[in-house]
């Protein structure tokens, strides 16, 4: 039985938003961008440009003594695996270390700025101490909405309806995961002269993947050592899997690593046996693969 204010009229056939009263803030103005549309209806996102792209890694290892952080003991253990396995997917990569809030804002928006007709996608790692929302840079703290807003569709054009990946190595909070016991049993036994143009919107926020170390509210581990439970687990499922799986199945098995290998191990009794589990934010609208290129 149909609803009481189910209506075929078309005006009334309206989308709205999940939350009123509403106010609206700055217009955004959208922008156009070419595509052909063999690339547009793809369930794969084309990789076959002359250059894969950039991959940053900002690695924040020392902070300012005002800001009351400790060293980040074994990041440069992250930072050296990452920027390996973003070389051998095709990467050119650049390695920024301790950098300010200021600093690390001047870099998203200059690779933000840059020219990216011919790269295929773009890739970061922010390797640091955080909070929920925010990173650390050595002098303070910046929120992580504002480092990716300079590659939104509408205000980084050639990168429009590519691939934006952000790895992000960070607490998010100061709870911890104490884990779950489990017992594991073994199984028994066209032509150009007919060619339609047109015109379709899709979403400035789109395209992007977030990467987190760990789900909201929780400490993220490092080792200080062999460096971040996240990162190594990420190092290790790219170079064996990295130009085979797309890249949402290569996180899920990041996620399994973590999840299954790692348990801390510290002098602290409180501290110890604690677990983790990353978070993956998916905005991307097709499957992401590294292949070689020819």
Not at 109 to 121: F, I, L, P, R, V
Not at 255 to 264: E, G, R, T
Not at 272 to 278: E, L, M, V
Request: glycine residues 6%; hydrophobic residues 35%.
């Amino acid at each position: 039985m149909a609803d009481k204010n189910d209506t075929t009229d078309a005006k009334n056939m309206e989308d709205t938003v999940d939350t009123f009263p509403f106010s609206f803030g700055k217009k955004s103005v959208p922008v156009n961008i070419h595509m052909s549309r063999e690339e547009f209806e793809a369930d794969i996102y084309p990789m076959n440009r002359k250059n894969r792209g950039f991959a940053v890694i900002i690695n924040n290892k020392t902070f300012d003594q005002g800001v009351g952080l400790g060293a980040r003991n074994g990041t440069d253990v992250d930072a050296s695996a990452l920027a390996n396995r973003f070389a051998e997917l095709g990467f050119d990569v650049e390695l920024e270390d301790d950098v300010t809030t200021e600093e690390m804002m001047q870099i998203m928006k200059k690779y933000a700025y840059m020219d990216h007709s011919e790269n295929d996608c773009f890739a970061c790692a922010i390797l640091s101490h955080g909070e929920e929302g925010i990173v650390y840079g050595k002098n303070g703290k910046v929120e992580i909405k504002k480092l990716l807003e300079p590659f939104k569709g509408n205000l980084c054009e050639t990168l429009a309806g590519k691939p934006k990946i952000f790895f992000i190595q960070a607490c998010r909070g100061t709870e911890f995961d104490e884990g779950v016991e489990m017992n594991v049993a073994d199984a028994k036994g066209e032509m150009d002269v007919d060619r339609q143009i047109s015109t379709h919107k899709i979403p400035a926020e789109a395209d992007f993947l977030v990467a987190y170390s760990v789900v909201p509210g929780y400490y993220a581990w490092r080792n200080s050592i062999d460096g971040s439970w996240f990162v190594q687990a990420l190092s290790t499922v790219l170079e064996k899997y990295g130009n085979q799986l797309d890249l949402v199945r290569i996180l899920t098995r990041v996620n399994k690593l973590v999840a299954y290998k790692f348990q801390s191990n510290t002098s602290n009794p409180y501290m110890s046996r604690k677990k983790q589990i990353p978070c993956i934010t998916s905005m991307l609208t097709k499957e992401l693969y590294f292949f070689p290129k020819q």
